[in-house]
């Protein structure tokens, strides 16, 4: 991924964000939505993945609170799925986060998505419950999947 660059995300990248988080999940987040963790929520850290030509490939966010980081979302474009971008941006995303203090980090994921979990299984991250019915969209439970920093060797 030599020719990725990973920046904070800005206002103006929230119109190719939004492009893919709208071929990304069935119930998107609004431009609102990101404008409201950009500007309002200071817990947030959202960045961007950009290719050589500076369009926005992949986005991640999380919430850090005191040593935990809550990771609130994922995406990577269609095009660049399954290239090992998705696991170059968590890790851009865990490295910054644990600059912040970020010991240990949690997320939800549904069930279904095998390609996040096997994501999210090669960074450490373990599963620890669920919480049922939680995407309202489908009634669809979550699982809950941890991961603490200390224990964790990347490449």
Known sequence: MDNVKYEKMMAEHLDQVILIEKVSF?????????DYELNYND???????????????GYAGVWVILDEG???????HPDWR???LGYALMLELISRTAL?????????????????????????????????????DTNEDAIIMWMNLSTQKYD
Request: charged share 20%; no cysteine.
């Open 26 to 34: 069935p119930t998107p987040w609004s431009k609102n939505a990101f």
């Open 43 to 57: 817990f947030a850290h959202y960045i961007v993945a950009l290719s050589d030509q500076n369009q926005v490939i």
């Open 70 to 76: 809550h990771i609130t979302n994922v995406a990577i």
């Open 82 to 84: 399954g290239a090992g």
């Open 100 to 136: 912040l203090g970020v010991e240990r980090f949690t997320l939800e994921v549904r069930p279904s998505n095998e390609p996040a979990r096997a994501l999210y299984q090669k960074l450490g991250f373990v599963e620890k419950g669920r919480r049922k019915q939680y995407y309202t």
